[in-house]
């Protein structure tokens, strides 16, 4: 790993390496029910940077994140993306892909030298925006979604996320979160 790289991380340096966590907690719909899911997960965080975009610099982590339902093999959920910081802006952006056909563009205004923040997208923003293959926009629309972030003390992370989802047949809002305490590796 550069220095440079990691000189220019900002709130996001501590996050470079590999993390993982058996204490996760999906609460989600499968079959029309809500389900309480515990999971175990993989982060990687690859640092990366300069990223120019005219003037804009950005130093970034590349990231991929794998999660298993305890004691099975096969991964029930997968992402990869981009967390990135702009300096001169004071955003943390998280750019990622979910193997269903939904992409997100999450951002926020964070301190240099945070140790907690909040990422948020919002179906329809132009900047941190949310979009999703035809079939998920008619089932299970996603209006918003939000990530809060602690990096601890005691080399780990945790973070909490919300994904709200629109279920016309249910004409109701449900919301999909996440939760986990990750240990650096």
Known sequence: MSDEI???LGPLAPLAGVWESDKGVDVSRIHGKETTTKFREKIVFEPLGPV??????L????YSTLCWRLNEVDPFHEELGYWLWDKDRNQVLRSFTIPRGVVVNAGGYVEEDSKSFRLEAELGSETYGILSNRYLDDSYKTKRYYLEIT???DNSFSYKENTQLWIPIDQAIFDHTDQNVLKKV
């Open 59 to 62: 130093y970034g982590l590349r």
């Open 6 to 8: 990691i000189n220019n």
């Open 151 to 153: 990096i601890n003390d």
């Open 52 to 57: 120019n975009n005219g003037p804009q610099a």
